[in-house]
């Protein structure tokens, strides 16, 4: 078997977004900073997200048969065992890098070993229910929004405010994306109302731009994305839902850009959008959805 079929089963194309998460739950809560840590925590959370992935293959895996049969596991590329086992130990070993930083930070590691299993308990939660829940674009915000939490934890014995705030718009963001995406199997949107939940994070980012300046321009970056990206859910027969989607997850990292800029860190907040432009970079080969 390839490496292109493992890749695919970790959609390794939206990374990118997961590294911009920790950059911006770092400067949130005033502990971003270019130390070798910082990179490990990356990779702590990347495994996460690629284990949450994998994990979402194989429990999916008789849903795909009927509605994307080419997925990976249908096709008989992989096993669904192998992928089972690589999720879970994926999940654990991003519980343990991140409790490695922690230690490493010299901080007390159990509130970092507590946010990576919540992290990890999440994950599991929405991989299994997510077709049937309703509220399943409430808990995939929630993973994102404990990206932020289990970042800030690893470096940090407490949450600041800010970081709360943050994620908050973070979550709501994710709920209007998420909902989407559950709907580019068919192409199709049964309902509008959930997508205004993308508005909530412009909203804060008003507030933040007139504290802070600096942040105007990506703020309009991140507008200007989004609206771009909506633009590809038009009811017609140019409707493309899954073209939407992938922009929406780049997105993600210029949102992101948006509240590193309002902490005062222009050059981090221009990282982030780099990362941005990476995703949409890396989705042209691995498919992101």
Same mark, same amino acid.
Do not use: W
């Given at each position: 078997m390839s490496a292109g079929v493992w890749l695919r089963l970790g959609r390794v194309s939206n990374l990118p977004t997961v590294w911009s998460n920790v950059m911006a739950g770092l400067a949130l809560g005033g502990a971003l900073e270019f130390r070798p840590r910082v990179f490990v925590l990356w990779f702590a959370l990347s495994l996460f997200y690629v284990g949450g992935m994998y994990l979402n293959d +194989?429990?999916?895996?008789?849903?795909?048969? #009927?509605?994307?049969?080419?997925? %990976?596991?249908?096709?008989?590329?992989?096993? /669904?065992?192998?992928?089972?086992?690589?999720?879970?130990?994926?999940?654990?070993?991003?519980?343990?890098?991140?409790?490695?930083?922690?230690?490493?930070?010299?901080?007390?590691?159990?509130?970092?070993?507590?946010?990576?299993?919540?992290? +990890?308990?999440?994950?599991?939660?929405?991989? #299994?229910?997510?077709?049937?829940? %309703?509220?399943?674009?409430?808990?995939?915000? /929630?993973?994102?929004?404990?990206?932020?939490?289990?970042a800030v934890f690893a470096l940090r014995d407490s949450i600041p405010t800010a970081v709360l705030w943050g994620a908050l718009a973070l979550w709501c963001y994710l709920i209007g994306l998420t909902y989407a995406a559950k709907q580019e199997a068919f192409n199709r949107l049964t309902r509008l109302w959930p997508l205004a939940f993308i508005g909530v994070p412009v909203v804060y980012g008003v507030c933040l731009a007139i504290r802070q300046p600096l942040a105007w321009p990506f703020l309009i970056l991140f507008v200007a994305w989004a609206l771009y990206a909506l633009r590809f859910l038009r009811a017609g027969p140019s409707r493309a839902v899954p073209q939407a989607v992938v922009r929406l997850i780049a997105g993600i990292a210029l949102l992101d850009a948006l509240f590193i800029a309002a902490t005062g860190s222009w050059s981090w907040a221009l990282v982030a959008v780099g990362l941005c432009a990476a995703t949409r970079l890396f989705q042209r080969v691995i498919p992101g959805t």
């Open positions: +194989a429990f999916d895996r008789h849903i795909d048969a #009927v509605e994307r049969p080419k997925r %990976p596991i249908p096709s008989g590329q992989v096993s /669904a065992r192998n992928v089972f086992l690589l999720g879970f130990c994926m999940l654990v070993d991003g519980i343990i890098g991140t409790v490695l930083v922690a230690s490493s930070a010299g901080i007390c590691a159990y509130p970092a070993a507590a946010s990576g299993l919540a992290l +990890a308990g999440l994950i599991v939660f929405y991989n #299994v229910y997510h077709k049937q829940n %309703p509220l399943s674009p409430v808990l995939m915000g /929630a993973c994102r929004v404990m990206v932020y939490v289990t």
